[in-house]
């Protein structure tokens, strides 16, 4: 079946850095969505994404369909983006969203 | 807020009970995922209905059932509980059943089996 990794595991940072997470699948797919969960374990859509870029504020993202991965980015990062970020992925044979292990963010104040 | 609700938010129960989770989709959605969190296996898929069908299984257990009513809520029945089954059950709901279509999360039920 379809593989999706995400990278890196873990990002500690310091408030007000920027930072990228990636996602590579390892298969054409259909759906691409980009969650945060989190410390109360809220999942939290971000983007739907199966190709092209999206912005929304401080976060915006890329999907590179031909090449199979998707970039999300974190600008001016702020204590309350700390969590588990989960890139998933869904097939055009199937209708289940297959998720990466996730990035587990944490920012400094 | 996405939308999609979910109750109950906190189960503790013991083992060899049965449960059942319930949730209601976004206004306008016709499917209903169920997802199971834990901390071994990570996110995955349980089952998928479409108006009031089946449409989809994944690793469902055989002690785990699922439907969707005609108001289209769904619950998802949990039974002959063990320890491992410990986890948060995520509903989600989409407007339509395909492959395209972007899936709205509810706030999940932490189950916890003692």
């Known amino acids: 079946g379809i593989q999706v990794e995400q990278s890196p595991p873990d990002l500690i940072l310091q408030e007000g850095a920027n930072s990228t997470l990636r996602c590579n699948f390892s298969?054409?797919?259909?759906?691409l969505q980009w969650f945060h969960q989190n410390p109360w374990g809220q999942l939290i859509n971000l983007f739907y994404?199966?190709?092209?870029?999206k912005q929304n504020g401080r976060l915006s993202a890329t999907t590179v369909a031909t090449e199979r991965y998707s970039l999300l980015y974190i600008s001016s990062s702020q204590t309350t983006d700390s969590g588990v970020y989960f890139c998933?992925?869904?097939?055009?044979?199937?209708?289940?969203?297959?998720w990466g292990a996730g990035t587990k963010l944490i920012i400094k104040p | 807020d996405s939308g999609v609700t979910q109750t109950p938010k906190h189960l503790i129960t013991a083992t060899g009970q049965r449960v059942t989770l319930r949730c209601s989709p976004r206004?306008?959605?016709?499917?209903v995922y169920w997802y199971q969190q834990s901390l071994d296996q990570g996110l995955q898929f349980l089952i998928q209905?479409?108006?009031?069908?089946?449409?989809a299984k994944g690793n469902i257990l055989e002690r785990f059932s699922a439907q969707q009513f005609p108001d289209l809520h769904s619950e998802l029945n949990l039974s002959s509980l063990e320890l491992g089954d410990s986890a948060l059950y995520f509903c989600?709901?989409?407007?339509?059943?395909?492959?395209?279509?972007?899936?709205?999360f509810g706030p999940g039920t932490r189950l916890t089996v003692l």
């Open positions: 998933a992925v869904l097939m055009d044979s199937n209708y289940q969203l297959i």
């Open positions: 206004s306008g959605d016709l499917s």
């Open positions: 209905y479409y108006n009031g069908e089946e449409r």
């Open positions: 298969d054409s797919v259909n759906n």
């Open positions: 994404i199966p190709s092209g870029t």
């Open positions: 989600a709901s989409s407007v339509a059943g395909g492959s395209s279509g972007e899936q709205f």
